[in-house]
């Protein structure tokens, strides 16, 4: 209702617009990807595939998406203290995973 009262629908089809047309069907495919990708493994792993898979799923997406955050430069203009964070925030996201596997696997 709002982009017809504020006369904004002409910017879906301004310059520019068909690479955020573009980048918005890529992240549509990659999200059902990735949770078709959950779902099949999910049921594959057994009976604890659920509980190890949604973590996973979850803690991939949280270091993939920081990952790109720093191709695309969202982290230059933090402060060191803040990346710091994220980097113990990471390892800890990736030390929890590990220890989700090993436990998986015995």
């Known amino acids: 209702y709002l982009l017809w009262k504020n006369s904004t629908t002409r910017l879906f089809w301004s310059d520019g617009a068909g ?3 573009f980048c918005g069907i890529l992240m549509a495919v990659c999200w059902f990807g ?3 990708m959950y779902g099949l493994g999910s ?6 595939g ?5 973590p996973l ?3 991939m ?5 920081n990952i790109a ?6 982290w230059t203009a933090t402060s060191r203290r803040s990346r710091v964070y994220l980097y113990c925030s990471m390892a800890t996201i990736l030390v929890a995973l590990g ?3 090993l436990g998986h696997s015995a």
């Open 19 to 21: 690479w955020n047309w």
């Open 34 to 36: 990735g949770q078709a």
């Open 43 to 48: 049921s594959r792993s057994g009976d604890l």
């Open 50 to 54: 659920t509980v190890v898979s949604w």
């Open 57 to 59: 799923l979850m803690g």
């Open 61 to 65: 997406i949280i270091i993939t998406s």
């Open 69 to 74: 955050g720093f191709l695309a430069g969202e």
């Open 99 to 101: 220890i989700l596997a």
